[in-house]
């Protein structure tokens, strides 16, 4: 069955960096475009990036763009989330999920989320 | 960017009642609309995509309609376990929400 497992997350001071994984089993994780999704707390959801099947393509939300790498390793099954300047208002559970077949923007599948704190 | 707006942010309905949430979109979509359930504590689960095509294993009391930029979202008789939150997302420019709608018991 398919599986998002993420890990990576904490508690951080403002300005510093933090690493999410997310660790994919269950499915041919080279086929699916994957993307990253932000609930802050209280809050709705907040597509945050997404990168292509073969890493050619990545886009981001405006918000943090420059700041926020994604990225994959297709020999591992893992996509990444690399947070540089991070800042209070990306205090949120981070959700990594699969991008639907085809459409690659909707989401089928999504992990449990990690939490991410960005305080002093 | 084209904004989701779901109102109202929350409905009251007694279990077995009809629930209909609305979502419009700020221009059109054509049909590159999905619909998510959020419960407490869990993760999003897809319920619908293509604005009306239910997702692996969706209950057939869940249907979508619509076009352009007025979607439905139904549920035809609530069940004490649709009580949760609901999220519309498009696809059509980028990719965003709205802002949900919480289906709440009355």
């Known amino acids: 069955q398919v599986q998002l497992v993420e890990s990576g997350g904490g508690v951080v001071q403002p300005g510093r960096s933090l690493r999410l994984s997310c660790a994919a089993s269950?499915?041919?994780?080279?086929?699916?475009?994957m993307h990253w999704v932000r609930q802050a707390p209280g809050k709705g959801l907040q597509w945050v990036a997404v990168?292509?099947?073969?890493?050619?393509?990545?886009f981001y939300l405006g918000a943090v763009k420059g700041r926020f790498t994604i990225s994959r390793d297709n020999s591992n099954n893992t996509m990444y989330l690399q947070m540089k300047s991070l800042r209070a208002e990306d205090t949120a559970i981070y959700y990594c999920?699969?991008?639907?077949?085809?459409?690659?923007?909707?989401?089928?599948?999504w992990g449990q989320g990690s939490p991410v704190t960005v305080s002093s | 960017e084209i904004v989701l707006t779901q109102s109202p942010a929350t409905l009251s309905f007694s279990p077995g009642e009809r629930a209909t949430l609305s979502c419009r979109a700020s221009q059109s979509v054509s049909t590159d609309l999905a619909w998510y359930q959020q419960k407490p504590g869990q993760a999003p689960r897809l319920l619908i995509y293509d604005a009306s095509i239910r997702g692996t294993g969706i209950p057939a009391r869940f249907s979508g309609s619509g076009s352009g930029t007025d979607f439905t979202l139904t549920i035809s008789s609530l069940e004490p376990e649709d009580f949760a939150v609901y999220y519309c997302?498009?696809?059509?420019?980028?990719?965003?929400f709205g802002g949900g709608t919480k289906v709440e018991i009355k």
């Open positions: 997302q498009q696809r059509s420019n980028g990719l965003t």
């Open positions: 999920a699969r991008g639907q077949y085809g459409s690659g923007s909707f989401l089928d599948y």
């Open positions: 269950g499915f041919i994780f080279s086929n699916y475009a």
């Open positions: 990168i292509s099947y073969d890493d050619s393509n990545k």
